[in-house]
């Protein structure tokens, strides 16, 4: 019968039953005031704002008032706030304390799982409806004072006069206690969440040099930065982002060293955005960065903070934001994108040498599909005689001109590139399969291209990845596509026009009042000090002049004591 | 709404270099043989000797003057109208310099690499980079300069060291060449490519007074030291007989340099250096154009002058190209040129008379007007 | 912010015009174009030539087997002048021609005898052919000789004629066989024209030369053609281009043989080496140039065919006796060949004697191929032998 029925169902019409789909209705902001008291009120859309009064939250002006000491009022507030028995990670627990001989009313809230519930528990609450029943030799002068001093034995506390300070802490990790008759309440700082440990970093890495990297707390991050500088003049000066989020958010930079307008620029600009949410520093450094036109980056991201520590102790000044494994650093000007950690912690020739690959990397990233596309078809006299031949025999059975075959070459690369990051964990290997056989032998095969393309774009890519900044290489495999296409346009011409171009670009840009391209244009003292080659260590006796510090010298002349023969020594000989 | 302009004395330094330098690339020691022969690289000794003696004499000068360019001066000196008339003619005298330039690097260009494409593709090219530095402004300009120019002139450097197996002494005898007359009708003629000097008594206000010694000298004897070593590897390697048919002097160079089997074909790179070259120099002396000429008519906003500035200094070249004269080394033109060094001195011998912008009046006068 | 968008839009759209409209312009694709590696030319009847175009074929050449195809193309045509060969030729490959890879240009001797500057003027106008380009003239046409290279050791034609001439260096190539000095020598008074000579085999086991030619029996390097203006007017022998190479160029690697002085069945082979500080000097009295030549010269012996010792002091100022006699007649005899039978300034004499004149107006008045023939030559040769030990 199932059968025949189920057949019955394609050849007989039935009656469907309505299947109710679901439409998403525009839902315009309401104004709750009407809508609390709808019932009295005769407006237009009356039967709308019916059933609004869900989405309706506790108007900020009430938030603005201060504590009432009307427990019951401060106990409405708390609740509707947090629209409380239906916000379920929000708790909520009555108690009573004896002060004296009063028994005082009290509640404390907070948000489960962004406490520490082990110390609300024993350092908050047991001692306030346990302790407060002992018998202490001191006479309460005022309720509050007393709970203050004698009853609370948890080591961060702070009275709270506003609502909206008691909403920031409760939604960040705190526990508020109020008190029947106090007309502020107890903040306790309980945060403990569950978080990532400090790790080693992930796309920062070195051989030699410390292993560790920003985590995702701020206060953690702030913390590895204090342990390594151990300066006091180390100043972290808190902001908060959002509107909604307030998002804590760090300036960092050495009091005695960064220039004061340099600071008070960075602090301007943070505190200066109004958004709702922000979520990590990747959002921050666009919003507060110069030039968002600029293909190249001009704030530097990094999680590794022994290059923050660096760079603030060069001058520098850093931002970190609560959430948010990079650290943002600023200004930053070109040379800054080319260097790691590393530099100065292995003997300077070696780095000599290092940099110089570094910068013929760049140089390959930058230009060498251009550069191939521009001697294949207009200078073909520049290849020798026995490779021209190589190539125009490889070439022979491809379809496609160079700069097309380029293109196509240059893309499904990149798009194994962006493949391989998103492609999940357990099939990561077939990416590496499917894009060798695309870029490798197959496509050569199938005379889809040659193979000294194939040369071109691996060594274009080897190139790319020995840029040390991620952004930086980002931006450099972006300008490429228009070198490629400035070389098949005209040459050496089209690529001497892009670089022209492209110096204008670049030198037109200014990072925090730092022009992008300094030390080589604007030529700064001191030039090739730690830019281009790296000098041995004691001779870096100042801090880069771009930055204008109040401290120019990191070193004095003689930075090594023992080069100079001691006075005393040479009279005990 | 400006901002104020400022840069160093090594930007302007090079910018100066370049301005020379470009027409090194163009047809420079060529020209040299024509008038010189064999002793063609006499002659760029000469200039750059007769250039210091004018420059030294222009700082004497300048000594009675503030910080102040030569619209400023003329301004002080002769009013609002002398400021106009100084100021038109010496834009008309740049649009002359940058269009014929133009037109030369364009047909050098389409000689040498492109030589299937159309003049007007070529010439378009290099608009666009003139374009995107005027757009830039002079800061800007001047500061990408600061490190193309030694690259660039590194990379001539290094060609002509490529070349020096080819020397051959022999080539430059007979010593003197065309004989005394020849070299000195070539050593006035000739001067003008320094004619673009003007350019420096524009920038004194940005790179504040004091340096002006600084950045004259260097740039002129480097920029001379260029001319000679180029026009005297020129002459090296080529007899004076086929020296003045070659059509781009140091591209010629260029191809003559062998290194090794794998790496015979050096004059590609010559291409990108030279093309480089060009792009400052065009760009350099429109960015002027269009800043003398804004504030010759105290015009507030430069950028929107930038476009039509540009069609009218293409159009000059490509009829300066149909016109079929071989104009950039014609004398008459040489002549012409030197307006770029006579015009200054004119102005500055005035301004020095009347000692306007010294001390007192002068800074603030200078402030006013930027 | 928005006009910013608008520039780089507009700065794309030019760029994407430009890209689709450059195919109009420079169909430059490096397969679409055939690379001519050597051009010949060949009398034909009354006024015309026979161009020949050897090009390369590069899918044989990087195939690498060498059995597999022919390596070359070779095109002839019959025209009047040099650019409408190349057009034809360009249609007749289906490519178009590029000049920027041609290794020699080859010139029979019939035509090198009529003269060939018109036509190499019209090859140097070309920006493309390279000012390095050996010219060879080929006693039995131009045809006859790229046809009989096959070479063997290398695939490549075009790698057979760079290593052909790189071996030949050692003994008498010199740069004035090159594109560009020769046109300057043809076109100037300074000094006059050689060319590389190529005649048919006769007799490989009189040189010593390297294995590059044991590969293609047919054709032999004979030494150098002589030019008086754009006229060929005779030819040297290996031993006297050997000379001449001695004589003027920079070669410091000169093999030359002398009968063993002390062992009339032998004979000995020595490598020259020029010392920096030997000097031509040219004067010129009563409008007679006196050409003083002091050649010092160090020897290495490299093989000695007899038993003799020569690092032994005596024996070895026998050599060097020996050296200096061979060395002082084949000079004299080279040097009358050329100023008295050919009346061509080869040697380039008249580049030093322009060091006499002050300006160029008095050098030309000098008229140098006039007094020439007149040369009195005063030759001084000091050879030192480098004993071993």
């Known amino acids: ?573 | 709404m400006k901002n104020k302009i400022e840069f160093g004395s090594w930007e302007a330094t090079a910018l100066m270099i370049n301005l020379v330098f470009a027409q090194v690339m163009l047809i420079f020691p060529k020209d040299m043989v024509h008038f010189g022969g064999s002793a063609g690289w006499m002659i760029s000794i000469i200039i750059t000797l007769i250039t210091l003696i004018y420059f030294t004499i222009v700082v004497k000068l300048y000594k009675n003057i503030g910080s102040l360019d030569l619209i400023d001066i003329s301004a002080s000196v002769g009013g609002r109208i002398f400021k106009v008339v100084v100021g038109l003619l010496i834009t008309v005298f740049l649009t002359l310099v940058v269009s014929i330039n133009l037109g030369a690097f364009a047909q050098t260009f389409k000689i040498i690499s492109l030589d299937k494409s159309p003049l007007e593709y070529v010439g378009v090219l290099f608009l666009i980079g003139m374009l995107a530095a005027a757009y830039y402004g002079i800061e800007v300009v001047a500061r990408i300069n600061a490190f193309l120019v030694p690259i660039v002139i590194v990379g001539f450097i290094l060609i002509t060291l490529g070349a020096i197996p080819e020397f051959e002494t022999n080539n430059l005898f007979p010593i003197l060449g065309d004989g005394y007359a020849s070299i000195a009708k070539g050593s006035i003629l000739k001067l003008s490519v320094f004619s673009s000097i003007i350019i420096l008594f524009f920038m004194v206000p940005f790179f504040k007074k004091q340096y002006l010694k600084k950045v004259g000298y260097s740039s002129i004897i480097i920029s001379g030291l260029l001319l000679l070593w180029s026009t005297l590897s020129f002459i090296l390697v080529f007899p004076y007989e086929i020296a003045i048919d070659k059509k781009v002097p140091i591209f010629q160079l260029a191809r003559r340099i062998e290194i090794g089997n794998y790496l015979q074909r050096i004059e590609s790179v010559f291409v990108l250096i030279s093309a480089i070259s060009a792009f400052l120099f065009l760009g350099v002396i429109f960015t002027f154009i269009i800043y003398i000429f804004s504030k010759t008519l105290d015009l507030k906003r430069s950028k929107p002058m930038i476009l039509p500035m540009a069609v009218i200094v293409f159009s000059l070249a490509l009829i300066s190209k149909r016109l079929n004269i071989e104009l950039i080394g014609s004398n008459a033109l040489n002549l012409i040129w030197l307006t770029g060094m006579a015009l200054p001195l004119v102005i500055i011998i005035m301004g020095a008379v009347k000692k306007v912008g010294v001390k007192d009046n002068g800074g603030v006068k200078n402030g006013q007007k930027n | 912010m928005d006009r910013k968008i608008k520039v780089i839009s507009l700065f794309l759209s030019i760029a994407i015009c430009a890209v689709t409209l450059v195919g109009c312009y420079n169909n430059g694709e490096i397969e679409n174009l055939a690379y001519v590696i050597a051009i010949g030319i060949d009398e034909a009847d009354s006024n015309s030539f026979n161009l020949i175009f050897q090009t390369a074929v590069p899918k044989s050449i990087a195939g690498g087997s060498g059995g597999g195809g022919e390596t070359t193309v070779i095109t002839s045509f019959k025209t009047d002048n040099f650019l409408s060969g190349l057009k034809k030729t360009g249609e007749y490959v289906g490519r178009k021609i590029n000049l920027s890879h041609t290794k020699i240009i080859v010139v029979s001797e019939k035509v090198a005898k009529e003269g060939v500057t018109a036509f190499l003027n019209g090859l140097q106008q070309n920006m493309e052919i390279r000012p390095n380009v050996n010219v060879i003239i080929a006693a039995d046409g131009a045809k006859k000789y790229i046809e009989s290279v096959h070479p063997k050791l290398s695939s490549s034609p075009a790698k057979y004629y760079d290593l052909l001439f790189k071996s030949y260096e050692t003994d008498f190539l010199v740069p004035s066989t090159q594109l560009e000095d020769y046109l300057y020598r043809a076109k100037n008074y300074g000094a006059q024209p050689v060319a590389i000579y190529m005649g048919i085999d006769k007799d490989i086991n009189e040189s010593s030369k390297p294995s590059a030619d044991e590969e293609s029996k047919k054709m032999i390097i004979e030494g150098l053609a002589v030019f008086k203006m754009d006229k060929m007017v005779g030819n040297l022998d290996p031993q006297e281009a050997t000379l001449f190479a001695l004589l003027t160029g920079a070669n410091n690697n000169i093999n030359i043989e002398v009968k063993d002085p002390l062992d009339d069945r032998f004979k000995v082979l020595g490598n020259i080496i020029k010392e920096k500080s030997s000097i031509t000097k040219v004067t010129v009295k009563n409008g007679k140039p006196e050409i003083d030549i002091n050649l010092k010269l160090k020897i290495d012996v490299k093989a000695v065919q007899s038993d003799n010792d020569y690092d032994e002091p005596d024996k070895a100022a026998k050599l060097k006796k020996a050296y200096e006699d061979y060395l002082n007649e084949a000079l004299k005899a080279l040097l009358s060949k050329a100023t008295y039978d050919f009346k061509s300034d080869i040697f380039g004499f008249g580049e030093l004697t322009k060091r006499n004149f002050n300006t160029i107006e008095e050098w030309e008045k000098a008229k140098w191929p006039e007094i020439f023939p007149q040369s009195e030559y005063k030759i001084k040769i000091d050879v030192n032998i480098i004993r071993q030990g």
Not at chain 1, 214 to 220: C, D, H, K, L, T
Not at chain 1, 224 to 250: H, Q
Not at chain 1, 453 to 475: E, Q, R
């Open chain 1, 1 to 573: 019968m199932g059968f025949l029925n189920s057949i019955g169902k394609y050849i007989f019409y039935k009656e469907q039953k309505g299947k109710e789909g679901f439409v998403l209705k525009e839902n315009k902001a309401i104004n709750c005031e009407t809508a609390q008291n709808i019932a009295s009120l005769d407006v237009f859309d009356k039967k709308e704002l019916e059933g609004a009064f869900v989405g309706c939250t506790v108007n900020d002006d009430i938030l603005k008032n201060n504590i009432s000491s009307d427990i019951e009022l401060n106990k409405k507030i708390m609740m509707t706030t947090y629209d409380m028995p239906k916000n379920t990670d929000l708790l909520y627990r009555e108690f009573n304390i004896t002060v004296k001989d009063k028994v005082l009313r009290s509640f404390i809230v907070f948000i489960d799982g962004m406490t520490d519930r082990t110390v609300i528990s024993n350092n908050i609450l047991q001692p306030l409806m346990l302790l407060s029943n002992l018998e202490i030799k001191e006479k309460p002068v005022d309720v509050g004072e007393f709970i203050f001093n004698r009853l609370i034995p948890y080591n961060q506390i702070k009275k709270v006069q506003k609502y909206t300070e008691v909403i920031s802490n409760v939604n960040f990790g705190g526990c508020v206690i109020f008190v029947e008759g106090l007309e502020y309440a107890f903040m306790a700082d309980t945060k403990f969440w569950d978080h990532r440990g400090v790790n080693a970093p992930k796309s920062e890495t070195v051989i030699r040099g410390p292993q560790e990297a920003f985590n995702e707390q701020i206060r953690a991050n702030t913390a590895l930065l204090r342990k390594i500088l151990k300066d006091k003049d180390l100043m972290i000066e808190g902001v908060t982002i959002g509107k909604r989020s307030n998002t804590p958010c760090a300036v960092m930079y050495i009091k005695d060293i960064a220039n004061d307008s340099l600071v008070r620029e960075v602090l301007k600009r943070v505190k200066s955005i109004k958004v709702d949410y922000i979520f990590d520093s990747g959002e921050l450094e666009q919003l507060i960065e110069d030039n968002t036109f600029m293909a190249a980056p001009q704030i530097l991201a990094t999680e590794r903070p022994d290059k923050v520590a660096m760079m603030l102790a060069q001058g520098n000044v850093a931002v970190a934001l609560d959430g948010s494994p990079f650290v943002l650093v600023m200004p930053a000007t070109i040379t800054e994108f080319l260097h790691t950690t590393e530099d100065s912690n292995i003997r300077f020739p070696y780095v000599t040498f290092i940099r110089m690959i570094r910068i013929i990397g760049i140089a390959i990233a930058l230009l060498l599909p251009g550069i191939y596309i521009a001697i294949t078809t207009f200078h073909q006299e520049m290849i020798p005689t026995n490779l021209l031949f190589a190539i125009e025999a490889a070439r022979e059975n491809v379809p496609f001109p160079c700069v097309v075959e380029i293109l196509i070459m240059e893309l499904s690369f990149e798009l194994i590139r962006e493949a391989g990051i998103r492609v999940p964990g357990a099939i990561g290997s077939t990416i590496g399969i499917v894009g060798g056989l695309i870029l490798g032998q197959a496509a050569v095969m199938a005379n889809i291209v040659s193979p000294v393309m194939i040369i071109i774009v691996a060594i274009t890519a080897l190139g790319s990845f020995s840029v040390p900044s991620f952004s930086m290489s980002f931006s450099i495999r972006l300008i490429r596509f228009a070198y490629i296409i400035l070389g098949a346009v005209a040459g050496f011409l089209g690529i001497a026009l892009g670089l022209v171009l492209n110096s204008l670009l670049l030198a037109s840009s200014k990072s925090f009042g730092v022009p992008f391209l300094t030390p080589f244009g604007p030529v700064t003292k001191d030039k090739y000090a730690d830019k281009l080659v790296r000098q041995p260590i004691w001779k870096q006796e100042k801090r880069p002049d771009y930055l204008n510090t109040k401290d120019i010298k990191s070193q004095p002349k003689i930075s090594r004591g023992w080069s100079v023969k001691d006075s005393n020594e040479k009279d005990e000989d």
